[in-house]
């Protein structure tokens, strides 16, 4: 496969977590909790691993080295959703995702010193415009009281490093794994802490077990699943300073758009700035690695 296709990977994640992003609304107002959301999110990883182990023969890396860079993957995102859980309880979301979505500077920053990962100048202002869009994208105003305690930032910080952390040893460990062994440890872990999920359910609440509950849940949540795959390919064959800040800085895009078509909101001015920085930025980077990829040959 040849290495220009990193861009296509990284495409199908960001239409696949932008669609995600616009409908995961639709189950939890209809009273489907968010936790037991993260449980059928889980659940639906079974589907594009069993394919994608399929074709390989399920010949996964059962090695030491693979079983802990793939442990590490898989915790640090779903443990970083379980306590995304956490920190939306205890602070609001206008607060807490601008902090989160800046996660690609860990990634990029740890892959700049430990893999030494280099861009040209061009690709430098595609990185910086595409961090810059991400809090924008994520501006939601409100008119709440000031926010009281400090854990929801302790909470919100951990997320922020968890998820950056995991981008950059899903980079490295696609040198020594195959892509579809990290895809597989993701899934197992992600099952794993479905236990902790069940325990943060509140249910003395009423919960809708109907077709808009659990079954429209699982029916989104596989977009979800399908761009997780998408993105362990997307590190696989591009870079990770630049794959990182492009999918968390387009996904939004998509979800902005499709939110003012279903829900008829009009997205705020900040937002708009945050879409038109996130094009540009997506116009550089991709010029970036296809130029990089020209010059190796």
């Not at 968010?34 to 691993?49: D, E, K």
């Not at 077709?211 to 699982?218: F, N, Q």
């Not at 362990?232 to 064959?237: E, L, M, P, T």
Request: aromatic residues 12%.
């Amino acid at each position: 496969m040849k290495n220009k296709h990193w861009l296509i990977y990284a495409i199908m994640t960001t239409l696949s977590w932008g669609i995600w992003g616009a409908l995961i609304e639709i189950p939890e107002k209809a009273g489907f909790p968010a936790t037991l959301g993260y449980v059928v999110w889980s659940l639906t990883m079974l589907i594009p691993s069993i394919v994608v182990l399929s074709k390989i023969n399920w010949q996964i890396d059962f090695d030491k080295n693979s079983i802990i860079l793939g442990s590490i993957i898989g915790f640090t995102g779903a443990g970083g959703q379980i306590i995304l859980f956490q920190a939306l309880v205890t602070g609001p979301a206008y607060l807490v995702f601008p902090i989160i979505s800046l996660s690609p500077v860990v990634t990029i920053l740890l892959s700049l010193i430990f893999l030494k990962e280099k861009a040209k100048t061009r690709g430098w202002i595609g990185i910086g415009l595409a961090i810059l869009s991400i809090p924008l994208l994520s501006y939601s105003s409100s008119d709440s009281n000031e926010v009281q305690g400090i854990l929801w930032i302790i909470l919100s910080l951990l997320v922020f490093l968890a998820w950056g952390f995991q981008g950059f040893v899903m980079k490295f460990a696609n040198e020594t794994m195959k892509a579809e062994s990290i895809f597989f440890y993701m899934t197992v872990t992600g099952i794993l802490l479905i236990p902790f999920a069940i325990f943060m359910t509140d249910f003395n609440q009423e919960i809708n077990w109907g077709l808009s509950g659990p079954y429209l849940t699982g029916a989104i949540q596989i977009l979800n699943s399908v761009g997780a795959l998408m993105l362990v390919y997307a590190f696989r064959y591009g870079k990770a300073i630049v794959v990182s800040p492009l999918v968390n800085a387009v996904a939004p895009i998509i979800t902005v758009v499709l939110s003012l078509i279903i829900y008829q909101v009009i997205p705020h001015i900040i937002i708009v700035s945050g879409i038109v920085l996130a094009i540009i930025a997506i116009f550089l980077l991709a010029i970036e690695e296809d130029e990089t990829i020209i010059e190796k040959k």
